[in-house]
């Protein structure tokens, strides 16, 4: 069965510092997965997506992930945090195959804070 | 814990006619809720927000009047493709807030023959 757990439900880190959102997946199928970011009442905005190619994920505001499917996970990583991360992030799997409708799972979420 | 529902979860129809999803907030109020599309292996698109008792709010390049959306109640949220073409064929997904947490629903399969 479809799965996806964000390890963190709140993350705090210092301006300036790495910052790590967590998430691990289990999928029946080859699955894409995403990075969203979600600022108080707008609409989820894409950071990066993992569709089979490089398992080294680039992706906008200096955010990047990784995909590892020997741990099932797709951590979320920046090096260096602004006030501007500030927000909320979620990972997504969705899976699609010929014989069965496309399935899309989100995680719970994890809210990033940044301090000053 | 919260529960956002969709409705229908699949439909087919034919080209030129119009089809309404249903997107509510079972066991909480939301004021804004979102709506998505998704093609397949893609991301996620923001369509529009949809605001309780205002008109909801386009992305760029988004049709408000093939895609008009209602916002009748502070638990439910419509979203109707008119005049659907196989183009809009889709995976459609509304999400709905409570307090600071965002829950999304399961999605509507729509298929334009």
């Known amino acids: 069965a479809q799965s996806v757990t964000q390890l963190d439900s709140h993350v705090s880190v210092s301006e300036g510092t790495p910052v790590l959102l967590r998430c691990n997946y289990s999928?029946?199928?080859?699955?894409?997965l995403f990075w969203y970011v979600q600022h108080p009442n707008k609409g989820l905005q894409l950071l990066l997506k993992?569709?089979?190619?490089?398992?080294l994920v680039k992706g906008i505001n200096g955010f990047e992930a990784e995909f590892k499917k020997s741990e099932t996970s797709f951590h979320l990583t920046k090096p260096s945090a602004h006030m501007s991360d500030a927000a909320e992030y979620f990972c997504?799997?969705?899976?699609?195959?010929?014989?069965?409708?496309?399935?899309?799972?989100f995680g719970k979420g994890t809210r990033l804070h940044i301090l000053p | 814990g919260a529960v956002v529902s969709q409705h229908p979860s699949w439909v087919i129809c034919k080209s030129g006619t119009s089809v309404k999803i249903e997107c509510r907030s079972l066991?909480?109020?939301?004021?804004?809720m979102f709506w998505y599309r998704q093609f397949p292996k893609q991301s996620l698109m923001l369509m529009a927000t949809?605001?309780?008792?205002?008109?909801?709010?386009?992305e760029q390049g988004v049709e408000k009047d093939k895609f008009l959306i209602n916002h009748a109640s502070l638990t439910l949220s419509t979203l109707t493709v008119t005049s659907a073409h196989p183009e809009d064929s889709s995976f459609y997904i509304c999400?709905?807030?409570?307090?600071?947490?965002?829950?999304f629903g399961p999605g509507t399969r729509l298929t334009v023959l």
């Open positions: 999928s029946s199928y080859s699955p894409s």
């Open positions: 997504v799997v969705s899976e699609s195959s010929t014989n069965r409708d496309d399935k899309i799972i």
């Open positions: 999400s709905a807030a409570n307090y600071n947490e965002q829950f």
């Open positions: 066991d909480f109020q939301a004021t804004t």
């Open positions: 993992y569709t089979s190619a490089a398992t």
């Open positions: 949809s605001n309780e008792g205002s008109k909801a709010t386009y």
